[in-house]
Nanobody, 122 residues
Framework: RLVESGGGLVQAGGSLRLSCAAS????????MAWFRQAPGKEREFVAT????????YYTDSVKGRFTISRDNAKNTVYLQMNSLKPEDTAVYYC?????????????????WGQGTQVTVSS
């Protein structure tokens, strides 16, 4: 089970840190990723991290602003979001895979969280 937290309302240029807590199997069994879905749009990939944390990938629009990390001892994955823009407004979802190291496609996920709302005001 994956549970996201840390979403909220922030002004443009501000920061938020999302957390994804995993229960059940140890987190180091899973490659992890964050996706987001803006109103009226399809869900899109944001960032992914390998089981050890040694490999990360980001979608171009968040490179240099967002950082994905993980603490396997705490069974938690994080998404640090800086320099937020109104176009970052979306529901952010945490996802896990047992079959891949990292993933950028929705069909790579075996498990999903319920999502957390991030709203960036201009």
């Amino acid at each position: 089970r994956l549970v996201e937290s840390g979403g909220g309302l922030v002004q443009a240029g501000g920061s938020l840190r999302l957390s994804c807590a995993a229960s059940g199997r140890a987190l180091n069994y899973y490659g992890m990723a964050w996706f987001r879905q803006a109103p009226g749009k399809e869900r899109e990939f944001v960032a992914t991290i390998s089981r050890s944390g040694g490999t990360t990938y980001y979608t171009d629009s968040v490179k240099g602003r967002f950082t994905i990390s993980r603490d396997n001892a705490k069974n938690t994955v994080y998404l640090q979001m800086n320099s937020l823009k109104p176009e970052d407004t979306a529901v952010y979802y945490c996802a896990a895979t047992v079959t891949l190291t990292t993933f950028t496609r929705e069909d790579g996920a075996n498990y999903w969280g319920q999502g957390t709302q991030v709203t960036v005001s201009s």
